[in-house]
Protein backbone atom coordinates (compact mmCIF):
# COMPACT_ATOMS: atom_id res chain seq x y z
CA UNK A 1 0.00 0.00 0.00
CA UNK A 2 1.01 3.45 -0.78
CA UNK A 3 1.21 5.84 1.54
CA UNK A 4 -1.33 8.61 1.61
CA UNK A 5 -1.37 12.08 2.20
CA UNK A 6 -3.29 13.33 5.06
CA UNK A 7 -2.95 16.96 5.98
CA UNK A 8 0.03 19.60 5.71
CA UNK A 9 1.01 20.11 9.60
CA UNK A 10 2.44 23.59 11.26
CA UNK A 11 4.03 23.75 14.33
CA UNK A 12 2.58 27.08 15.87
CA UNK A 13 2.82 28.79 19.18
CA UNK A 14 -0.66 29.87 19.39
CA UNK A 15 -3.03 27.35 18.06
CA UNK A 16 -6.03 29.68 18.37
CA UNK A 17 -4.46 32.55 17.00
CA UNK A 18 -3.33 30.55 14.10
CA UNK A 19 -6.57 29.16 13.39
CA UNK A 20 -7.55 32.90 13.43
CA UNK A 21 -5.27 34.21 11.14
CA UNK A 22 -5.72 31.52 8.28
CA UNK A 23 -9.82 31.29 8.56
CA UNK A 24 -10.14 35.20 9.17
CA UNK A 25 -7.43 36.30 6.50
CA UNK A 26 -7.60 34.00 4.27
CA UNK A 27 -11.33 32.48 4.73
CA UNK A 28 -10.54 28.91 5.38
CA UNK A 29 -13.55 26.92 7.14
CA UNK A 30 -12.21 25.65 10.49
CA UNK A 31 -12.74 21.59 10.90
CA UNK A 32 -12.26 21.55 14.50
CA UNK A 33 -9.92 23.78 16.92
CA UNK A 34 -8.74 23.22 20.36
CA UNK A 35 -5.73 24.69 22.30
CA UNK A 36 -3.35 21.89 21.20
CA UNK A 37 -4.49 20.66 17.63
CA UNK A 38 -6.77 22.33 15.10
CA UNK A 39 -7.42 21.50 11.56
CA UNK A 40 -8.84 23.56 8.43
CA UNK A 41 -10.12 22.75 5.11
CA UNK A 42 -8.30 24.35 2.47
CA UNK A 43 -10.43 22.70 -1.12
CA UNK A 44 -9.90 19.54 0.59
CA UNK A 45 -6.66 19.83 2.13
CA UNK A 46 -5.97 19.83 5.91
CA UNK A 47 -4.34 22.38 7.29
CA UNK A 48 -3.26 21.06 10.64
CA UNK A 49 -1.53 23.28 13.70
CA UNK A 50 0.22 21.30 16.20
CA UNK A 51 0.82 23.16 20.10
CA UNK A 52 5.08 23.62 20.04
CA UNK A 53 6.68 23.10 22.99
CA UNK A 54 8.85 26.16 22.18
CA UNK A 55 8.53 29.53 19.96
CA UNK A 56 12.05 27.54 18.54
CA UNK A 57 9.92 24.83 17.22
CA UNK A 58 8.38 26.85 14.61
CA UNK A 59 8.81 28.85 11.23
CA UNK A 60 10.38 25.34 9.89
CA UNK A 61 7.74 23.81 8.25
CA UNK A 62 6.37 23.87 4.67
CA UNK A 63 5.35 27.09 2.61
CA UNK A 64 2.02 27.38 1.67
CA UNK A 65 0.39 28.89 -1.08
CA UNK A 66 -2.78 29.96 -1.83
CA UNK A 67 -4.50 31.60 -4.91
CA UNK A 68 -6.41 34.76 -3.54
CA UNK A 69 -8.54 37.01 -5.44
CA UNK A 70 -6.79 40.29 -4.89
CA UNK A 71 -3.25 39.68 -3.84
CA UNK A 72 -2.98 43.63 -2.38
CA UNK A 73 -6.40 43.34 -0.45
CA UNK A 74 -5.17 39.57 1.18
CA UNK A 75 -2.01 41.29 2.04
CA UNK A 76 -3.58 44.32 3.82
CA UNK A 77 -5.76 42.12 5.86
CA UNK A 78 -2.92 39.84 6.90
CA UNK A 79 -1.04 42.39 7.81
CA UNK A 80 -3.26 43.66 10.64
CA UNK A 81 -3.30 40.26 11.89
CA UNK A 82 0.78 40.20 11.74
CA UNK A 83 1.82 39.14 9.05
CA UNK A 84 5.02 40.40 7.17
CA UNK A 85 5.73 41.13 3.92
CA UNK A 86 8.83 39.21 2.66
CA UNK A 87 10.12 41.22 0.01
CA UNK A 88 8.35 42.80 -2.88
CA UNK A 89 5.16 41.94 -4.56
CA UNK A 90 6.11 40.78 -8.74
CA UNK A 91 3.72 40.55 -11.51
CA UNK A 92 5.44 38.03 -13.93
CA UNK A 93 3.32 37.41 -17.10
CA UNK A 94 1.09 34.84 -15.02
CA UNK A 95 0.12 36.66 -12.40
CA UNK A 96 0.73 38.81 -9.41
CA UNK A 97 2.73 37.10 -6.22
CA UNK A 98 3.46 37.80 -2.66
CA UNK A 99 5.44 36.53 -0.14
CA UNK A 100 4.60 37.06 3.82
CA UNK A 101 5.45 35.64 6.92
CA UNK A 102 2.48 34.46 9.78
CA UNK A 103 3.45 36.03 13.11
CA UNK A 104 4.71 32.64 13.56
CA UNK A 105 7.09 32.45 10.94
CA UNK A 106 6.22 31.15 7.89
CA UNK A 107 6.29 31.49 4.86
CA UNK A 108 2.83 31.74 2.83
CA UNK A 109 2.64 32.73 -1.08
CA UNK A 110 0.16 34.29 -2.44
CA UNK A 111 -0.91 34.28 -6.50
CA UNK A 112 -3.32 36.17 -7.81
CA UNK A 113 -3.56 34.64 -11.43
CA UNK A 114 -3.27 37.18 -14.55
CA UNK A 115 -6.84 35.77 -15.46
CA UNK A 116 -8.01 37.27 -12.25
CA UNK A 117 -6.01 40.55 -12.07
CA UNK A 118 -7.80 41.58 -16.00
CA UNK A 119 -10.61 40.57 -14.22
CA UNK A 120 -11.58 37.42 -17.28
CA UNK A 121 -12.88 34.44 -16.48
CA UNK A 122 -12.13 30.94 -16.85
CA UNK A 123 -14.93 28.40 -17.81
CA UNK A 124 -14.86 25.09 -16.96
Do not use: C
Not at 48 to 60: K, P, R, V, Y
Not at 66 to 88: K, N, P, W
Amino acid sequence: MAAEFKHVMLMVKDVMASVKFYSEGLGIPVKMASPGWAELDANGTTIAFHAAESAQNTGDSPILSFHVDDVMASISTLEQMGATLEGRVREPSFGKVAAIRTPDGHLVSLLQTAMQRTGASISH
